[in-house]
């Protein structure tokens, strides 16, 4: 089946430094993806989601980019921390049914001080 | 709120044995879903439950069992566990409306080791 996979599997920044991770898709029939992060630990917690019908999203630090064309998926951080050091995760809501999501392998993000 | 809970947070079986991982949420959301999760790896749907007394196979879905009585409850059984079965078990819930998707809210996780 169709899944959705990540550039990079690692990605380390200079605290300050804006942070950009990757996602590639290749259901070109979902029209919900979502950005989770992961501490180590504890379960994946919601960051921004966008639907099809948009290009760009944005919340606090944070945003994510669709290009539908390369289906391609991005979130940007902007002034990275040391607390955004997690796992990213990228999903979609690939498969028949909308409401289940088909999750990438995640990135780890490595905020240096 | 409090979310989604989960209980227990470790457990430690030995091979053959049986157990009831809880999870409940306490947002009135009508989908519910289990999730396994390796090191290293992302999440893969065990089973899903779209409403009480509802529940269908997701990708990996041998060697478990869930049952949904109620819309909070939704626990997953493991029956005969095997090493296979090592690993991090995430709970989750989401609220729905047509074919719109939302998104989903986790628990924290059961870490399950079967020796």
């Not at chain 1, 994510?64 to 902007?78: D, F, P, Y």
């Amino acid at each position: 089946g169709e899944s959705v996979g990540l550039h990079l599997p690692t990605l380390s920044v200079q605290e300050g430094d804006n942070s950009i991770i990757n996602c590639a898709y290749s259901n070109s029939a979902s029209d919900y993806f979502i950005w989770y992060k992961q501490e180590s630990g504890k379960g994946p917690q919601f960051i921004i989601d966008i639907r099809s019908n948009m290009d760009k999203r944005q919340g606090q630090r944070v945003t994510v980019l669709l290009n539908k064309t390369v289906k391609h998926l991005s979130l940007q951080i902007a002034a990275t921390q040391p607390g955004d050091s997690a796992v990213y995760f990228c999903a979609e809501n690939s498969g028949g049914s909308n409401y289940k999501l088909t999750f990438g392998k995640g990135t780890l993000l490595t905020v240096n001080p | 709120n409090a979310g989604v809970t989960q209980t227990p947070k470790f457990r430690i079986l030995k091979i053959g044995q049986s157990m009831t991982l809880q999870c409940t949420q306490d947002m009135n959301h009508n989908y519910m879903y289990w999730y396994r999760q390796d090191p290293g790896m992302g999440l893969k749907l065990i089973y899903y439950s779209v409403g009480a007394g509802i529940t269908d196979k997701g990708e990996v879905p041998n060697g478990y069992n869930v049952s949904r009585s109620t819309t909070e409850d939704f626990p997953l059984r493991l029956e005969l566990a095997a090493p296979s079965q090592t690993s991090v078990y995430f709970c989750a819930s989401s609220y729905s409306r047509g074919i719109i998707t939302y998104e989903q809210y986790f628990g924290p996780g059961t870490r399950l080791t079967v020796t």
